[in-house]
Each structure stands twice: as C-alpha cells, then as structure tokens.
C-alpha cells in the first residue's frame, strides 16, 4: 500500500497551489479519501475529506470556500486545491485513505506560505 503526496512548495499569500496523492496497493474507490494538515507546533487537523463513497464532502471551517477536495478513481488520485493561501495554512498536508478498519497514511507534503 502506497499513498504519494506531490505538489507541496514554497507560495506567496494569496497564490494557489494542487496537491495529488497516488494510491496504490488497495481498491481505491472504496475508500473515503482525506486531507489533513499538521502545522509547526500544532497537531494534525483534518482539512477537507470525503464523507462518503458518494462525493460529498466536509471541509474545516478555515479553509471553506478557498480549499477544494476532489478525486479521480480512474487515475487512483485525490488532490486538494488551495487557493488564497495564508501564513497559517504553512504546514506538512498528509492524505489520508480510510474503509475500516483499514486506514493508510501518506509521507506528507511541505506547504509554505511567505512572502
């Protein structure tokens, strides 16, 4: 079982960046897909997930409306779409892929917004 995060880097506020987790290992389309973020200091927090196999979708009150969870079984991804980042959106983004009892984790992607 495999979770691959790519996309993370260096952004300015305000800029944009999409992240993409490959899976591979399991049947992905069976399983609720998930974004969580762990900043300096903090602990990690979910960001946006999947709430079902269905497509709808929950995100955390301070992304809503700038973060975008989607995913694409034919190619085994899920990205997130993050536009107008802030300072406090710095952190490493894990993707998260869960059909209990079964839960698999990335390696984490770096996000850093500084201008």
């Known amino acids: 079982v495999q979770l691959v995060e790519s996309g993370g880097g260096l952004v300015q506020p305000g800029g944009s960046l999409r992240l993409s987790c490959a899976a591979s290992?399991?049947?992905?389309?069976?399983?609720?897909m998930s974004w969580y973020r762990q900043g300096p200091g903090k602990e990690r927090e979910l960001v946006a997930t999947?709430?079902?196999?269905?497509?709808?979708?929950h995100y955390a009150d301070s992304v809503k409306g700038r973060f975008t969870i989607s995913r694409d079984n034919a190619k085994n991804t899920v990205y997130l779409q993050m536009n107008s980042l802030k300072p406090e959106d710095t952190a490493v983004y894990y993707c998260?892929?869960?059909?209990?009892?079964?839960?698999?984790w990335g390696q984490g992607t770096q996000v850093t917004v500084s201008s």
């Open positions: 998260r892929a869960s059909n209990l009892p079964n839960v698999y």
């Open positions: 290992g399991f049947t992905f389309s069976r399983y609720v």
């Open positions: 999947f709430i079902n196999r269905g497509g709808s979708t």
